[in-house]
């Protein structure tokens, strides 16, 4: 499936980022209309951003070459931050006569400001691959930003779908000597020595609290991401730490994502996917990404 190359969803424009500041609080954020992208959360007193920036990430697309598939097109515009993933995760996929692109429309699409306050701001955009309105909510706290993500089933029928959260972490919080922690026990993900390359994927089963926490003791930040896992019940960390040379990462890239899902990456379903809306009813479920230094 191509993308037109010429499409506005993808025209970077810096000066249409919604900027949160929470009064008297440890952070600030941007986000970006493009996908509902959360695109920095800084932390005010290190001046450390936690996501991810690609060195791409303000690039004008307007008026480029399309590539080939959505997968490609994805890799090629990906700016780093926090996404939302759906309906559809994953390889690009025909369904039922519907094509749906590499990781689901929401995050291609550019969403509508529909609220704004100095620490919140609310997005939403109607998708045509499935008859969903989507509804997207941040609010920014004292060292935490509170993401509430609503599925609005607009048709008379049930909608079944996908979802991942795809936050991407950057510099501040990877060192060879960080930790990631999931519901409180470490799990095995490592981090190279400066120099060194690694990259890796593991999908996890997550229990009871939601919550993957990441700690770095040379700048002494962590993030702390928690959700509902009735909603959420299984968690990836995917990792690129300059490993790959080629595209679409030319050894310039360092992230790790941490990210809650409705299923297994791997495990690709029947139709969309495990979670359904009824008729003319909402889903809603919120995480919440804490910030901070210890």
Known sequence: ?????????????????????????????????????LASLVHRNSGHDALLHTDWENEDWSGAFASANSSAEWHRRYPGGWHVLAPHVGESRALGGVEHPFHGEAAWRPWRLTNVTESSCTFEVVLRTVPLLLRREFILAEDAVLVTQHFVNLSMLA????????????????????????????????????????????????????????????????????????????????????????????????????????????AVPVGLGPLTVEPRSTLSSSLKLSFRSF
């Open 1 to 37: 499936m191509q993308f037109p190359a010429t499409s506005d969803a993808h025209h970077t424009n810096l000066s249409s980022y919604t900027h949160l500041s929470a009064p008297d609080g440890q952070l600030f954020a941007d986000v970006d209309p493009r996908g509902a992208r």
């Open 159 to 266: 909608v079944s779908f996908s979802w991942t959260e795809h936050p991407a972490f950057g510099d501040a919080l990877i060192d060879e000597k960080s930790e990631v922690t999931l519901g409180g026990k470490r799990v095995d993900i490592r981090f190279p020595p400066r120099g060194e390359a690694r990259s890796g994927f593991a999908t996890f089963e997550a229990a009871g609290v939601g919550a993957f926490a990441i700690r770095n003791p040379r700048t002494r930040l962590e993030a702390v991401l928690e959700w509902d896992t009735e909603v959420l019940p299984f968690a990836s960390a995917w990792q690129e730490h300059n490993r790959s040379q080629g595209f679409p990462w030319w050894g310039t890239t360092n992230t790790i994502a941490l990210e809650p899902a409705s299923r297994q990456y791997e």
